[in-house]
């Protein structure tokens, strides 16, 4: 990581500043100034560049832009990126302005294949200075300065190596390990003889971007680029497999001749070194071929990457053009499926309302025969009813004739019969031979009385079918002659 000492100002010991933290990491933290728009993404002219090594694709040219709003409050915007932005878990819509708070989960872009996680992850926090000073990326304006500083000083190293042939061998040895032991390009040299190990430091800084992780032995195609290039066009091959295979097959094999000419460039580097420490004065000329070689490698290098990186925006560019005409393709399927859908549903529709037409025809003769049926019940129901009245009438006639008693013109209370077969209550038959021992019907003479048990018990139930009032009447006769008695 890159110095961001010149962000430092007199005075901000104790402010608290507002950054988008990596998660993960204690460095790449991404500070939000007051007051200035913050614009992420892989191209140039942004306020951070972020190169993945691992998808050069994965984040577009200009990503996103972080900005503040008249309150004060920070947002970001999706800028129409390919892979898109993602907060707290949920894809932004493109040139939508959403409002971030702290402690909010920002991603840019998808996770790879066989991974959970994003590369580039951030939590959105508010932060003391001396806090998160140590751990701030320096800005796309701080890496290109530096990376002009280190190619001038590279330059002034070649410039001297080539006026060394006439200078002793010592001299030269000591030349070649000035050069080799700069900062950031370190060389192992174990004795006389050896070929020293040196990664390329004549790479130019814009080769970066598709830089391959770990060594790099003969024309071994690195899997990174070809999945990065397999999972942008999954979309683009369902359309158009055989020309989206050719372009796939195209780009390995521009892949393939970089790696070559990266190995012979390191190769040529390390002849150059070991021809170095071995040669006298009159080997100059050979050390000047050498590295003029070297030179053109590099150059072709060069521009093997500016046509790959514009194979890469072409291809990019194609892609964006095709998912369009695709979108545009499923929407008219769509719509033609909804027509059909439609359609179908009216059909259906038609053959519903047939079919309902059909069951209230058949409800209808349903519902007219349980109208006869209940026309039917109702006269059957009025006629039961007629003879239940006249049963009832019946046996009210039968108990006012036969079962009423001729003294008190009530139902037999405790009924008793006499020995001429005459029935009465039994308070009335005795209230009536206080005065006279005859029977009051055929006026012979009382020898005996009987109480009648079943004419009781026939009484007391045709009496609970009678009406209420006829119960509650003999209820109070029957307890006004016990308090009597």
Sequence with gaps: MGDPGSLVTEGRADDRSWCLRRVGMNAEWLLLEDGNEVTVGRGFGVTYQLVSKICPLMISRNHCILKQNAEGQWTIMDNKSLNGVWLNRERLEPLKVYSIHNGDHIQLGVPLENKENAEYEYEVTEEDWERIYPCLSPKSDQMMEKNKGLRAKRKFSLNELEGSGAEGPSNLKSKISKVSCEPGQPVKSHGKGEVASQPSEYLDPKLTSLQLSGKTTGAHVDPGPAKVVELHYKKQKASNPSASQSRLELFKVTMSRILKLKTQLQEKQVAVLNVKKQTQKGNSKKIVKMEQELQ???????????????????????????????????????????????????????????????????????????????????????????????VLSHVNDVLENELQCIICSEYFIEAVTL???????????????????????????????????????????????????????????????????
């Excluded at 979108?327 to 008219?332: N, S, V």
């Excluded at 519903?352 to 209808?364: A, G, H, P, T, V």
């Excluded at 009385?449 to 209420?468: A, E, P, Y």
């Design 296 to 390: 053109d490698l590099q150059s072709q290098l060069c521009e093997e990457q500016a046509q790959q990186q514009a194979r890469v925006e072409q291809l990019e560019k194609t892609f964006q053009e095709e998912q369009q005409h695709l979108q545009r393709l499923e929407k008219e399927q769509g719509e033609e499926d909804l027509k059909q859908q439609l359609a179908q549903t009216l059909q259906e529709h038609r053959a519903l309302m047939e079919e309902l037409n059909r069951s209230k025809k058949d409800f209808e003769a349903i519902i007219q025969a349980k109208n006869k049926e209940l026309e039917q019940t109702k006269e059957e129901k009025a006629k039961m009813q007629a003879q239940k009245e006249e």
């Design 419 to 485: 020995n001429c077969a005459h029935s009465f209550c039994s308070y009335c038959i005795s209230e009536w031979m206080k005065r006279k021992i005859e029977c009051p019907i055929c006026r012979k003479d009382i020898k005996s009385k009987t109480h009648s048990l079943v004419l009781d018990n026939c009484i007391n139930k045709m009496v609970d079918n009678l009406s209420s009032e006829v119960k509650e009447r003999r209820i109070v006769l029957i307890r006004e002659r016990k308090d009597i008695n």
